[in-house]
Structures are given as C-alpha cells and as structure tokens.
C-alpha cells in the first residue's frame, strides 16, 4: 500500500460541499490533513497526482456488523421475517473465533473500501467463545476486527456492544446468545476500559460504545454503559424501534416506547446514535430532536429484512441530530445506495418527489456519518479535514451523461463507479483494485465457504 501522507491531487471535477460542484481543484495533503483547496486549475500541475471523474469526500459506514456478510443470498428463500432471519444470523456467528472472525472481516472491509467507505461503525457484540466463557484475552475478538481494518487501511470506530438479555422482560440470554453477554453493565465496562487503553492514542481507531437494544439491556444496567460512554466522550450508538414488536413489548413492559425509555435513562444527546429508528411516533421524532441525537439508517438493510420505511424527513427537520448511513447486515455494500433509497423511500411514501436533495443525503453519506463514529475532522473536502478522497468515474454506463454533479452520484452512480480512494492521504484503491487485497472476492467466497462448510460455495474458489 502507498504510504504516503504528503502530497497533491488534482481533482478533474470535486463536490466541496452543497451546491458546489467545482472543476479543476489542487488539494494540498501534508501529514494526512487537507492544506489547500483550489479550484479552477485548469490542467494538473507536473508532479501531483492525479483523480478523474467527480471526487467526494469519503463514505462514512455508520452501522455494521461484518459477520452478516455471510449471509448475503443465503436467506432469500421462503417466507420469514426480523425474527426468523435473526435465527440464521446466530448460526452464523456460532461459527466464529478470533482468527476466522479476522479473516472475514478483512474481506468485508476490503469490499467497503472498493465502495469508496473510508472509515466504518462495526456494532460489535460477538465477545467471547461459543459457551460463552472468556477467550485467554477477553478482547480477542475486538482486537481481530481492529487488525483487520488496519490490514485493509480503513479506520475503525468499534462501537463495543453491552448485552445482556434475550427480552424486555430481563429474561436471560439464549444458548445462541451467550457469547454476547458479559454478566452485567460494570463487567462491560471493565472489558472495553481494557480495550480503550490499548488502543488509546491510536489514529485509525475509536474505541465508542454501543447498547444493543432496550430488548438487550436491562434499565439497572444502561447507567454503566452511558457512564463510560460519557466520561471517554464517545460515541453511544444503540439500535431502536427496528420492529413493531420490539416497541409493542418495551410499552407492555414499561409502559412507554423505546425511545421515551431511554430518553428517562439519559441515552439521547449529541454524541448518541439511534440506529434505524423505523417505527416512531410523533413524541420519539420531538425527543429525538430536541436532544441533538443522531440516527442511522440502513435502507437496504431495513427493506431486505421487510422492518419498514422510518421517518428520515420528519428526523432531518431543524432542530436535529445528524442523519447517518450504514450497510448494516450487508444485503449490499454500497454507501451510495443507501443514500438513493432514503430518498426514493419517501417517494413512495408521499407519493412525492425530491423530498430531500442530493445534497443532503450526500452530506449523510459523508460528514454526518463521520460525525457520528466520533470523527468530526471528517467527510469534507476543506483545509484542516482528513484527507479522504474518493473518485467516482463518470464514464461507466451508469454515470454517462449526467454530468459532474451531487445527483449523479447520488442517483445515478454505485459502489461499482468508485475507481480511486484515498484514505488519510494514502493511496489505498487505484483503478478499482485494492492496492494489498486484489482478489477480494475470491477471498470473501473462500472464507465464506470454509466458515459454512458449503461445498457449493468452495466449488466457486477451486
């Protein structure tokens, strides 16, 4: 991997920002950080390096969970649901240690990093070994999702994932869910201080925390988990309201909804992330709002799980939080998508067009989703930010003709249209190759095939 950090690029066409698509732009790299920004310069100078096509600030991954990349495919057949479909996903993480779980999420990290993803949220809650005891280093699984980041040169918020029980009701965790659990809130915490403190200082990695559900934790324990969050101030994402039954049962059991549950337990606030936060009422949206919190949406996701369409107009009203994305169980992995079907999903919904402009949900692809995984100094071409830069090419049969613009990349264009990406200003994809991972999907098909033990699959690597 090219490791320089200094340097220039010359952009052929860069989006800078909304409403400012601009042409012929030098940026100036020095230590990884933006130095300069100019536009209207006509031919690249000699010597600097150059990126063709429409140049955006890099994809911010806001919500993932690596393991489910083994699934893409295989639960399409027959009839299901949330719930059903959750009975594969712990199969699938039954099959996971430590090297394996390295293994897979360098290749789902590599195909992120071709989609133009610079950095990525991995909820991460897949703790310990299969029974449930700790592994020799209780953060050995952490630790190979880090590894494996580094590996491929993305950065790496992992958002450290407390939970606890299978229901509402405080009921205890399933045999498929027992590698999850640490026993309780503090005993959490004690695990990510660990990690925290191994990993403090480091450039490519935020340590955050996540809850992973009201389902999941119970209320006597949500203090331990806000209470680090707060005093390391980092990032607290949890999933909420993704089903009508999660939110049936948090009302039947506390009498109130999931977001007014964590609203009492003093969740929300500007550094907390809702993810999907689907099924919502008119109070959720206002304390959602009013407390500055953030929330992430996963269309792809929400729609292949059938979970419903939530609100992302009523959310992005002033006064909000920032609305992020992610590819969450990786149906697709393609950040430009996600952004088109928020749109297209309020089209359908309203029955009404241009509901939320290119602009917007590019900023949601870009800056807001790094705010959210605590990287404020990112998803902006402007002197000062981090210098991610990726290269959408304008050529392909998807983009042509439509012009160097925010609605071409949000409307027209896919992962597949990303052909160079600079991360931290390291060269880490050229011409739709990674640099260090070049058969990425030879790599995802055989540690797939060896974690299922499908000889269909392996029959695709032979």
Do not use: K
């Amino acid at each position: 991997m090219d490791r320089t950090v200094n340097g220039r690029w010359w952009c052929e066409h860069a989006w800078t920002g909304p409403g400012a698509t601009r042409h012929g732009v030098l940026v100036d790299v020095e230590h990884g950080r933006i130095t300069g920004v100019v536009p209207d310069v006509d031919h690249p100078p000699d010597g600097v390096d150059v990126l063709r096509g429409l140049v955006l600030p890099g994809l911010a991954n806001g919500h993932s969970h690596a393991f489910h990349r083994m699934l893409r495919s295989r639960t399409q057949r027959d009839h299901g649901s949330f719930w059903t479909w959750r009975e594969l996903m712990y199969r699938a993480a039954h099959q996971l240690d430590p090297t394996t779980y390295h293994e897979l999420a360098t290749a789902v990290f590599t195909e992120m990093a071709l989609a133009g993803i610079t950095a990525v949220g991995e909820f991460h809650y897949v703790h310990h070994d299969r029974d449930g005891t700790a592994y020799d280093d209780p953060n050995a699984m952490g630790v190979a999702l880090i590894e494996a980041a580094r590996t491929v040169g993305i950065r790496l918020t992992l958002l450290d994932t407390c939970y606890l029980s299978s229901d509402v009701d405080r009921a205890p965790l399933g045999p498929a869910q027992r590698r999850f659990g640490d026993g309780s809130g503090d005993a959490w915490g004690a695990r990510v201080e660990n990690l925290h403190q191994r990993f403090s200082g480091a450039d490519d990695v935020v340590v955050g925390a996540a809850l992973h559900s009201v389902r999941a934790v119970p209320l006597e324990h949500i203090p331990a988990v806000t209470g680090w969050a707060q005093a390391h101030s980092a990032p607290l994402h949890v999933h909420v309201a993704e089903q009508t039954a999660e939110v049936e049962r948090c009302r039947a059991v506390h009498g109130c909804s999931p977001v007014a549950l964590l609203r009492d337990a003093g969740v929300l606030g500007p550094r907390t992330t809702a993810v999907h936060a689907t099924h919502l009422g008119p109070a959720d949206i206002a304390d959602l709002r009013e407390s500055g919190t953030g929330v992430c949406f996963c269309p792809t996701t929400e729609r292949d799980l059938g979970d419903g369409i939530g609100p992302a107009s009523a959310l992005l009203a002033a006064p909000s939080g920032p609305l992020s994305l992610g590819s969450d169980s990786h149906a697709v992995v393609d950040l430009l998508e996600e952004a088109r079907a928020v749109e297209l999903d309020e089209r359908l919904c309203r029955r009404q067009r241009g509901v939320i402009d290119a602009d917007t949900l590019l900023r949601c692809a870009t800056e807001y989703g790094h705010r959210a995984l605590g990287r404020p100094d990112a998803g902006t071409i402007t002197p000062g930010a981090r210098a991610d830069l990726i290269a959408i090419d304008l050529t392909t049969v998807r983009t042509a003709g439509g012009g160097a613009t925010a609605e071409t990349a949000v409307f027209a264009a896919t992962a597949a249209d990303v052909r160079d990406v600079v991360i931290d200003g390291r060269v880490v994809v050229r011409d739709g190759r990674h640099l260090t991972r070049p058969e990425p999907g030879r790599d995802l098909a055989r540690v797939t095939a060896a974690l299922l033990d499908d000889p269909g699959a392996r029959e695709c690597v032979s």
